[in-house]
């Protein structure tokens, strides 16, 4: 391979220094047609193979949905059963969000530089094993423990998307990511039961160990996964990639294009020849400097010129939506059991003797609020743009959580949760499609990593908050901080500098996005 470093390339940046060598002359010995991995997922479809890979990549996110949901059920009873003070209990929450954080960045890292496959295997593992073991903890410093390492685990879930991103074709690829986003539902919903079901009956020990049961399919079925194309064309490893789209194909029941295929669309490959064939000529100086695929460097990409500005809103919209979604959650499970508390006559949906019914019900009902949240999301996502869908929806949500700065009754404030949860999980599903598309190839897991480490920033604040000011009576104050955080969320998304809808995935900084400026 030739050694090009300290030359050229001032504005691109790749997982590597630069492409083999070998690829180049290829192509350029290459008389025949070619053709782009774009244009070969185009070419086969979205057929058995992706449904395969949607399936294993929703049982990532099922598993997620389930470990964090599970949190609305099991405080009270784990509170009670070791005398917990309210913080205590808000901590085993928060631990989980904490591990996330740590997680989301370095799965992202290890997903981006050893391949897509050895962070789901990775996560899997982390998220089974600390999964099942926190259901046997004997005392609550181990619980916290191992709730923050299935937090590490739960981290991964970008990894997730990132992998089922670099399968699916551009024609309607917003579609095909909400219905990736819908196996959190299926996941929020499937826990809601089992909590209704379970925990009357058997307790949270057996909630906790049930509810590991999805990473350990993914954790079976691992040795069918392949690895992304993308990833390998991106790393020159065109001919593994090849092999790979050979069995799409096959199993598709499709064929490919006719020629070879080249590693990056053609626009960036011509731009790769015009700069070495300029290189010599330029004499090597420190802007010019490609940085390697590591963690360090990768921030460093991020928070370039050419996305910084990307990056940062993104920070901001990540972080709004977990803070808003999770508090939504917990305020709908703390409403329901704090208003005998501070409001005998409010907030009763169902005139029950058993609280933990109420709650039970209300979480249940709640959840099933992401059912048209999704659909939604599905309708929009391709017809509106991405940032139009999000800010639209910011919005809506937010006009349905104001109303419960004041006490209402019972249904009206599970209505209202239902309206806020329904539209807050539309942001959520369509800002994991967007960063995805945004990022290039090289950087794209740890980019949607880091966001979603600081949307965890989020989601370790929100219980905080919720439990907190709900259970002193302040519930005005914690509606009036949510809408807060919601509005800033809904204003970041309308700064982004760039709609992805309908653009392929780009491998380089410089096609991902225009130079950042306010």
Not at 120 to 139: D, E, I, K, M, Q
Not at 204 to 209: K, Q, T, Y
């Given at each position: 391979?030739?050694?090009?470093?300290?030359?050229?390339?001032?504005?691109?940046?790749?997982?590597?220094?630069?492409?083999?060598?070998?690829?180049?002359s290829?192509?350029?010995?290459?008389?025949?047609?070619?053709?782009?991995?774009?244009?070969?997922?185009?070419?086969?479809?979205?057929?058995?193979?992706?449904?395969?890979?949607?399936?294993?990549?929703?049982?990532?996110?099922?598993?997620?949905?389930?470990?964090?949901?599970?949190?609305?059920?099991?405080?009270?009873?784990?509170k009670?059963?070791?005398?917990?003070?309210?913080?205590?209990?808000?901590?085993?929450?928060?631990?989980?969000?904490?591990?996330?954080?740590?997680?989301?960045?370095?799965?992202?890292?290890?997903?981006?530089?050893?391949?897509?496959?050895?962070?789901?295997?990775?996560?899997?593992?982390?998220?089974?094993?600390?999964?099942?073991?926190?259901?046997?903890?004997?005392?609550?410093?181990?619980?916290?423990?191992?709730?923050?390492?299935?937090?590490?685990?739960?981290?991964?879930?970008?990894?997730?998307?990132?992998?089922?991103?670099?399968?699916?074709?551009?024609?309607?690829?917003?579609?095909?990511?909400?219905?990736?986003?819908?196996?959190?539902?299926?996941?929020?919903?499937?826990?809601?039961?089992?909590?209704?079901?379970?925990?009357?009956?058997?307790?949270?020990?057996?909630?906790?160990?049930?509810?590991?049961?999805?990473?350990?399919?993914?954790?079976?079925?691992?040795?069918?996964?392949?690895?992304?194309?993308?990833?390998?064309?991106?790393?020159?490893?065109?001919?593994?990639?090849?092999?790979?789209?050979?069995?799409?194909?096959?199993?598709n029941?499709?064929e490919?294009?006719?020629?070879?295929?080249?590693?990056?669309?053609?626009?960036?490959?011509?731009?790769?020849?015009?700069?070495?064939?300029?290189?010599?000529?330029?004499?090597?100086?420190?802007?010019?400097?490609?940085?390697?695929?590591?963690?360090?460097?990768?921030?460093?990409?991020?928070?370039s010129?050419?996305?910084?500005?990307?990056?940062?809103?993104?920070?901001?919209?990540?972080?709004?939506?977990?803070?808003?979604?999770?508090?939504?959650?917990?305020?709908?499970?703390?409403?329901?059991?704090?208003k005998?508390?501070?409001?005998?006559?409010?907030?009763s949906l169902?005139?029950?003797?058993?609280?933990?019914?109420?709650?039970?019900?209300?979480?249940?009902?709640?959840?099933?609020?992401?059912?048209?949240?999704?659909?939604?999301?599905?309708?929009?996502?391709?017809?509106?743009?991405?940032?139009?869908?999000?800010?639209?929806?910011?919005?809506?949500?937010?006009?349905?959580?104001?109303?419960l700065?004041?006490?209402q009754?019972?249904?009206?404030?599970?209505g209202?949760?239902?309206?806020?949860?329904?539209?807050?999980?539309?942001?959520?599903?369509?800002?994991?499609?967007?960063?995805?598309?945004?990022?290039?190839?090289?950087?794209?897991?740890?980019?949607?990593?880091?966001?979603?480490?600081?949307?965890?920033?989020?989601?370790?604040?929100?219980?905080?908050?919720a439990?907190?000011?709900?259970?002193?009576?302040?519930?005005?104050?914690?509606?009036?901080?949510?809408?807060?955080?919601?509005?800033?969320?809904?204003?970041?998304?309308?700064?982004?500098?760039?709609?992805?809808?309908?653009?392929?995935?780009?491998?380089?900084?410089?096609?991902?996005?225009?130079?950042s400026?306010?």
């Amino acid at each position: 391979m030739t050694n090009h470093q300290g030359q050229g390339r001032p504005t691109s940046y790749h997982s590597r220094t630069l492409l083999p060598s070998g690829i180049y002359s290829m192509v350029n010995n290459h008389d025949g047609p070619m053709y782009t991995l774009d244009e070969a997922l185009v070419a086969v479809g979205f057929g058995k193979f992706q449904s395969f890979v949607l399936i294993y990549a929703g049982l990532g996110s099922i598993s997620e949905a389930m470990e964090v949901m599970i949190l609305s059920f099991i405080g009270d009873s784990v509170k009670s059963k070791w005398n917990l003070s309210s913080t205590q209990e808000s901590l085993i929450t928060t631990v989980v969000f904490a591990g996330m954080l740590l997680g989301a960045y370095s799965w992202g890292v290890i997903s981006d530089k050893y391949g897509r496959r050895t962070g789901l295997l990775s996560v899997a593992l982390v998220t089974s094993g600390a999964g099942l073991l926190s259901a046997f903890s004997p005392n609550y410093i181990i619980l916290v423990i191992l709730r923050f390492l299935v937090g590490v685990g739960l981290g991964g879930g970008p990894v997730y998307t990132s992998w089922f991103l670099e399968f699916v074709p551009v024609p309607n690829r917003g579609v095909w990511m909400v219905v990736f986003s819908t196996f959190w539902t299926v996941g929020t919903i499937i826990e809601a039961s089992l909590g209704w079901l379970i925990m009357p009956r058997l307790g949270w020990r057996w909630l906790l160990a049930l509810s590991s049961v999805p990473a350990f399919a993914a954790l079976l079925f691992y040795g069918l996964t392949p690895e992304s194309p993308k990833y390998l064309c991106i790393n020159g490893q065109t001919t593994e990639a090849l092999n790979i789209m050979r069995k799409v194909a096959a199993v598709n029941q499709k064929e490919l294009p006719a020629g070879i295929l080249i590693p990056e669309s053609r626009n960036e490959l011509d731009g790769e020849f015009d700069q070495r064939a300029d290189s010599d000529s330029l004499a090597p100086s420190a802007k010019d400097i490609v940085f390697s695929n590591s963690g360090f460097s990768t921030v460093l990409i991020l928070l370039s010129s050419k996305l910084r500005r990307t990056t940062l809103l993104l920070w901001v919209v990540f972080f709004g939506n977990a803070f808003s979604y999770y508090g939504i959650i917990l305020l709908t499970s703390k409403l329901s059991s704090e208003k005998n508390h501070c409001n005998s006559s409010t907030m009763s949906l169902y005139k029950s003797k058993n609280q933990d019914d109420t709650l039970y019900i209300d979480v249940f009902v709640t959840s099933l609020a992401e059912l048209p949240g999704i659909i939604l999301s599905a309708l929009i996502v391709d017809r509106i743009g991405r940032k139009l869908s999000m800010v639209s929806m910011f919005v809506l949500g937010c006009g349905f959580l104001m109303p419960l700065v004041v006490n209402q009754s019972g249904i009206l404030t599970t209505g209202l949760l239902f309206g806020a949860r329904m539209f807050i999980i539309g942001t959520f599903t369509i800002s994991y499609i967007y960063a995805p598309e945004i990022y290039p190839t090289s950087v794209r897991a740890t980019g949607v990593g880091i966001a979603s480490s600081v949307g965890r920033v989020g989601g370790m604040i929100s219980p905080l908050v919720a439990v907190k000011l709900v259970t002193d009576c302040h519930q005005a104050a914690a509606v009036l901080l949510f809408a807060g955080v919601i509005l800033l969320s809904g204003l970041s998304v309308l700064l982004l500098p760039l709609e992805t809808k309908g653009r392929k995935l780009s491998d380089t900084v410089t096609a991902s996005a225009p130079t950042s400026s306010a």
